[in-house]
C-alpha cells in the first residue's frame, strides 16, 4: 500500500471516528434533553391536573354535609298540603320552615334570608318563599334565590319520613 492510500484510509478512519464521537455526544444530549423534556411535561401535566380539579376541591371545602341523629319534627297531618311549619333545627337558634306543597312535597330549609337574616316565609299563592324585608325571593324546590338581593341559598334541611312522622336526619349548607 501506498503512503498516499494508508493516509486515505487513516484519514477515514480517524473521520469515522469524529462522527462516532459527535454522535455519541449528540446521543447523551439526547437522553438528557430527553429526560428534562420529559420532567417538565410531567411537571406541567401535575400543575394542569391540579388547576382543573380545584373548582372542585373548592366546591367540597365549601360544601357541608352534617348527618344528625333523627329530630322529630312533626305528624305529616298536622301540616296539610299547601301550608308550611315553623321548626328549628339543629339548635333552637336555627329557625326552620317545612313546606308541604300542592304536589304533597316535602321540604324544608333553614329560613333566615341569606341576604341580613330576616325570616323567610312561604308563600302559597306563587309557590315561592319570601323574605319580606327586601322582596329576596328563593324556590321552593332547592332553596335557591330567584329573585332579589340574596345570593347564597338557604340551608337545605334532609326529612324523612317515619310512620307519617316527618324527621330532620341532616344538614346541607350548600348544595347544588
Ligand atoms: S333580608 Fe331578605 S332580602 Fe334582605
Redesign the pocket.
Known amino acids: 500500500m501506498t503512503d498516499k492510500k494508508k493516509y486515505k484510509r487513516n484519514q477515514k478512519d480517524s473521520n469515522d471516528d469524529m462522527i462516532n464521537l459527535v454522535d455519541n455526544l449528540n446521543r447523551d444530549d439526547d437522553v438528557k434533553y430527553n429526560r428534562r423534556a420529559f420532567l417538565k411535561s410531567a411537571v406541567g401535566a401535575s400543575v394542569a391536573l391540579g388547576l382543573a380539579t380545584l373548582p372542585f376541591s373548592v366546591k367540597a371545602m365549601l360544601e357541608s354535609d352534617e348527618e344528625e341523629e333523627a329530630f322529630k319534627i312533626v305528624s305529616l297531618d298536622k301540616v296539610p298540603k299547601g301550608s308550611s311549619y315553623n321548626f328549628a333545627y339543629p339548635t333552637e337558634a336555627d329557625t326552620a320552615l317545612l313546606i308541604h306543597t300542592e304536589e304533597g312535597e316535602i321540604k324544608a330549609y333553614n329560613n333566615k ?1 341569606t ?4 325570616p ?1 316565609f312561604y308563600e302559597k299563592e306563587e309557590n315561592v318563599l319570601l ?1 319580606p ?4 325571593y328563593f324556590s321552593v324546590e332547592n332553596g335557591h334565590p330567584t329573585a ?3 345570593q347564597r341559598e338557604l340551608p337545605l334541611i334532609k326529612t324523612e319520613i317515619r310512620n307519617g312522622v316527618v324527621y330532620a336526619v341532616g344538614r346541607k349548607v350548600r348544595h347544588g
Not at 341576604?115 to 330576616?118: A, E, I, K, S
Not at 324585608?133 to 329576596?136: A, E, I, P, S, V
Open positions: 334570608c341576604h341580613l337574616q330576616c323567610v323574605c324585608c327586601h322582596k329576596g332579589g338581593p340574596p
